[in-house]
T-cell receptor, first 113, second 114 residues
Framework: KAGVTQTPRYLIKTRGQQVTLSCSPI?????VSWYQQTPGQGLQFLFE???????NKGNFPGRFSGRQFSNSRSEMNVSTLELGDSALYLC????????????FGPGTRLLVL | AQSVTQPDIHITVSEGASLELRCNYS??????LFWYVQSPGQGLQLLLK??????LVQGIKGFEAEFKRSQSSFNLRKPSVHWSDAAEYFC????????????FGTGTQLKVEL
């Protein structure tokens, strides 16, 4: 099976712009979760989508949003970018059951200038 | 406050030496417990997980972890470290009823001296 795919891998934006990141889960997986990784805050949970519905949400401002399509692919959007949004954004896919392994993609590295 | 603590930010060991990475959690109930590894420029890979049952869990790459309820700990061990084990290691928890939300510790950077 192909692994989790994230596009793009690298992105440079300027403050105030918006950005959309994409995640294609492993075939058959219905859950996609998003995480932000920064040197200062570490790994933080953004949100989880399961069968096109947001099932869990972390403590991020409303500028961070996401969605999931019927084929389980997911996108996350960050509007009005701030310098502090520079981070590695990771997505993880799983069947949706907590006992099942979450498989992580390689991440999208976002730099906000 | 509910948290996952990895007390060691950096650890250096010689190749062939044993390794123990510490992880403590602070939650009312025992959460589901995980160890992940991240190599530079890579995503996270699951090493092992604990939900219930035998408190000594075997994982991939020769790693094991022991759950100790009395100490709220889930320490990762490897009897003989290889140079390729150099990476960052994260302990993580999922709370019962918390869906798939992983809460991570701050990570331990492992350096292996040849």
């Amino acid at each position: 099976k192909a692994g989790v795919t994230q596009t793009p891998r690298y992105l440079i934006k300027t403050r105030g712009q918006q950005v959309t990141l994409s995640c294609s889960p492993i075939s058959g997986h219905r859950s996609v979760s998003w995480y932000q990784q920064t040197p200062g805050q570490g790994l933080q949970f953004l949100f989880e989508y399961f069968s096109e519905t947001q099932r869990n949400k972390g403590n991020f401002p409303g500028r961070f949003s996401g969605r999931q399509f019927s084929n389980s692919r997911s996108e996350m959007n960050v509007s009005t970018l701030e310098l502090g949004d520079s981070a590695l954004y990771l997505c993880a896919s799983s069947s949706g059951e907590v006992q099942e392994t979450q498989y992580f993609g390689p991440g999208t590295r976002l730099l906000v200038l | 406050a509910q948290s996952v603590t990895q007390p060691d930010i950096h650890i250096t060991v010689s190749e062939g030496a044993s390794l123990e990475l510490r992880c403590n959690y602070s939650y009312g109930a025992t959460p589901y417990l995980f160890w992940y590894v991240q190599s530079p420029g890579q995503g996270l890979q699951l090493l092992l997980k604990y939900f219930s049952g035998d408190t000594l869990v075997q994982g991939i790459k020769g790693f094991e972890a022991e759950f100790k309820r009395s100490q709220s700990s889930f320490n990762l061990r490897k009897p003989s470290v290889h140079w390729s084990d150099a990476a960052e290691y994260f302990c993580a928890v999922v709370l019962t009823g918390g869906g798939n939300k992983l809460t991570f510790g701050t990570g331990t950077q492992l350096k292996v001296e040849l």
